[in-house]
């Protein structure tokens, strides 16, 4: 064993090997894998072996076809085999709901380069040989990349491909310790001796939780205890054998179960909804090749719904149950890249779906560790979307509600309940009695919307216009004719300190860096120029600013300034401490004269304007901008004045007509403006020319990601649509990502959308090729299966020059 090497990564399942071998494969060959046991141990060697592309962030999907096209690629370069069976794969739908998913997510495929298609019930019967019953299916959605594979072979050929490579593969040998040293490498202590490591990988599975103790780090995950059952022989699927055909990989959503051959019978596996959390305060150290004892009861309902759907098993005996533990995350996502507030200390955990999402991982974390950043918008797997918030009181309901859900319709406007409420301000009670519908980020609970009177303080989840519109639609009307108030809380907030705070900015971000007492809009690029921050900065003084930012990206921004920072400069996230309300609406300015001494005349707090002032009893930091477009201020506070600055406002702008509002409002206030939003137009997928950020960068300064940013020549441009949708209570507005149709084929995609109740429109912002971006383009996007006309809109819809905002 080395003494010294570039990266340890520590264990031994499909992820870790994935992560050595992708290592090597992009060009660090002094890399060691440490296993405390055998390859495989843990998850890995009873994995029920199945793959599928089918996932609802586009991202992963695409990661995850990644992971299955490589596989063939790892037999030729090995010589080893996969047990590849791509027998293609079968989502079946027994609610108009879920059919709406799966064509929703058909739509999604459409410009991925994903070749899926929707199926009727008479070609499910088809595709799956007459062995699955029927009854209330409606359709299905079909992958010909779907299928499985031996689960230890594919680890196997991950790791003779790494040794190829240059890796080292050290067996039976715990780690005992990992131990910091001041030059950021790592001390991994082990039963065989220590190694010094520049970068340490814990890809630990099950034992991951305690792999990160040892660094000073919770990891939010929790083993679950996951039963599939292979039976005997079954008559039928010998004779599709015996005419050279293999049975298709069968999900049925509706009853909790996947059903795959195996042999020459079948393996089924279930995600009950009595489903058992495994070893929740630790993994012992011996468990690693056992499984954990047969437990039908918990999978009694499962099992009978399952015969009803798949008759031929009732026929067919159990040969062996296999029931053994894998790790999950709260949303069920891995937990992959740099752990925020340790140098090169990297995460690959709780890839649930190791053999669909494996090789995607590796990829993911040797671009991260190798070239700085990930060729895909990561935020939907990094580690750092969890915050230190986090606690296993928390981890734990989460990941029982996911495991709970894996198979449930998943809506684009759910909020799932479990460990909520956890994070609240102290407008959470006073906003509950006026009606408030929450939804949360990063753990906060925000509010969505206000219901109606006599309407339910719920959302129902759909994929069309939900029972908030009514409400949501009044606030709007509040915003554009009165005044409307709502919680700044939910911004990441940061104060940049320091005799060198300017100089350093100025490198960090792309755009101007205000004077004193003004605000700049500002991009945040990544060394390859793509798009990693949208802020506002303000000048406080020469020596202090307030950055401004996405609440739920605070982890991943407070990661990249601290890598980045610099003698002279100090940065503080404040988020959680500074906090208050924006007005906004025609009367916002009549409502801030009623409660402050300061001039607050369109002269005196011109747009984009900064002042301190006194409101009430409240000093403020009072900022001249606004989201909805219209006139509007930010007004931000010390916590523990939130209160008594809400009543402030509150009874000055009664006569005026105030009205809350949230974000469902806010959301759609934004699309009378064609204003992006953080990570839906502008996310690191994207480069700064084709959003059309690059109109606030300053191009006469260096800054990170100047030189590719300039280079940019984009095929693509951000372009925004107004959709012919029906107006009806139960209409479809576009979501995000679904395919815009010109000339009769795909060339484009959504990035977000909505109904603009201030103008009565469905509109749709997204991607379309330069040169079809011409005036009068009528484009189709297609909703749940529907194409509609679309027509290419290249003015704002209200307030086209800014007046109301600007000069007001």
């Known amino acids: 064993m080395k003494s010294h090497v570039r990266v340890v990564v520590i264990g031994g399942g499909v992820v870790g090997c994935s992560v050595l071998y992708h290592l090597t494969k992009l060009g660090w060959s002094d890399v060691m894998l440490i296993e405390r046991s055998e390859l495989t141990s843990g998850s890995t060697w009873h994995a029920a072996g199945g793959f599928h592309t089918l996932n609802g962030d586009t991202n992963m999907a695409a990661l995850q076809g990644y992971t299955i096209r490589l596989y063939k690629e790892l037999e030729a370069l090995t010589g080893l085999s996969c047990g590849l069976h791509h027998v293609g794969g079968i989502t079946l739908a027994d609610t108009p709901q879920r059919f709406e998913q799966l064509k929703a997510e058909r739509a999604k495929h459409r410009y991925m380069g994903l070749e899926t298609e929707i199926l009727g019930p008479q070609e499910v019967l088809k595709f799956t040989e007459g062995l699955v019953n029927l009854e209330g299916i409606i359709g299905a959605l079909y992958d010909p ?428 996230n404040v988020s959680d401490r500074l906090t208050g309300f924006q007005i906004a609406g025609p009367m916002a300015r009549r409502v801030l004269e009623k409660v402050t001494s300061a001039d607050v005349s369109g002269e005196a707090l011109r747009f984009m304007d900064a002042k301190r002032m006194v409101i009430g009893m409240t000093d403020c930091l009072v900022q001249r901008v606004s989201y909805t477009g219209d006139l509007g201020y930010e007004i931000y506070c010390d916590a523990m004045c939130q209160r008594q600055l809400w009543h402030t406002l509150w009874a000055a702008g009664e006569e005026f007509g105030m009205r809350p509002f949230g974000m469902r409002a806010m959301m759609s206030l934004r699309l009378d403006k064609f204003f992006g939003s953080w990570g839906r137009e502008f996310s690191p997928d994207y480069m700064p020319a084709e959003t059309g950020i690059d109109r606030f960068i300053t191009w006469d300064k260096d800054f990170i990601g100047k030189v590719p940013a300039q280079a940019e020549k984009p095929t693509r441009k951000l372009a925004a649509f107004v959709v012919d949708v029906p107006q009806a209570a139960d209409s479809a507005d576009v979501v995000a990502y679904e395919p815009i149709w010109i000339d009769g084929t795909v060339q484009g995609f959504c990035t977000s959308g909505g109904y603009s109740h201030g103008t009565g429109k469905s509109v749709a912002m997204g991607f379309v090729p330069v040169e079809k971006l011409a005036p009068g383009l009528i484009a189709e996007i297609e909703i749940l299966g529907e194409r509609y006309p679309a027509t290419l809109v290249t003015e704002p819809l209200w307030d086209a020059d800014g007046a109301r905002m600007r000069k007001g």
């Open 145 to 572: 990349l779907d299928g499985h594979l031996d689960p230890s072979g594919t680890t196997m050929a991950y790791a003779k491909a790494a040794r190829m490579g240059g890796a080292e593969i050290v067996l039976h040998n715990r780690v005992l310790e990992t131990n910091p040293r001041p030059d950021g490498s790592w001390e991994v202590v082990t039963e065989k001796g220590t190694v010094i490591a520049e970068h340490v990988v814990n890809a630990a599975g099950l034992w991951a939780r305690e792999v990160g103790a040892m660094a000073g780090v919770y990891l939010p995950l929790l083993p679950m205890a996951h039963q599939y059952l292979v039976t005997d022989d079954v008559p039928e699927i010998m004779e599709i054998l015996a005419q050279g055909r293999e049975f298709p990989h069968v999900m049925d959503p509706g009853g909790e179960s996947y059903l795959r051959q195996e042999g020459r019978g079948f393996c089924i596996g279930f995600y009950e909804k009595p489903c058992e959390p495994w070893s929740l305060n630790g993994t012992p150290w011996t468990f690693g090749h056992e499984l954990l004892n047969e437990d039908f009861d918990k999978i009694e309902d499962s099992v009978t719904f399952a015969y009803r759907r798949f008759p031929v098993l009732e026929r067919s005996g159990v040969k062996r149950v296999i029931h053994g533990p894998f790790t999950f995350a709260p949303d069920g996502n891995p937990l992959l890249g740099p752990v925020p507030g340790l140098r090169n200390y990297w995460s690959a955990c709780a890839v649930m779906a190791g053999f669909s999402q494996g090789g995607g991982m590796g990829l993911a974390l040797a671009q991260w560790m190798i070239e700085g950043e990930v060729e895909r918008d990561p935020r939907g797997f990094d580690v750092a979307r969890f915050g230190q918030w986090t606690t296993p009181g928390y981890t734990v309901p989460k990941v029982i509600e996911n495991y709970q859900t894996r198979f449930s319709v998943s809506y684009p406007n759910e909020e799932k309940p479990a460990a909520r409420p956890f994070r609240t301000t102290p407008m959470y009670d006073i906003f509950s009695g006026m009606g408030a519908v929450w939804g949360q980020q990063y753990g906060l609970e925000v509010v969505n919307y206000h219901a109606l009177p006599g309407e339910p303080l719920y959302e129902t989840p759909s994929f069309r216009r939900s029972n908030a519109f009514a409400a949501t639609a009044a606030e709007v009307k509040a915003v554009r004719e009165a005044v409307g108030i709502n919680e700044i809380q939910n911004f990441g907030k940061y104060r940049v300190t320091g005799p060198k705070a300017r100089a350093w900015l100025d490198h960090l971000l792309a755009g101007r860096i205000p004077k004193p007492g003004r605000i700049a809009l500002n991009p945040m690029l990544s060394p390859k120029g793509r798009i990693i921050g949208d802020f506002t900065v303000t000048c406080l003084s020469e020596t202090e600013f307030q950055v401004t930012g996405s609440y739920g990206a605070q982890g991943q921004h407070m990661r990249w300034f601290e890598q980045n920072l610099s003698e002279g400069v100090s940065v503080e």
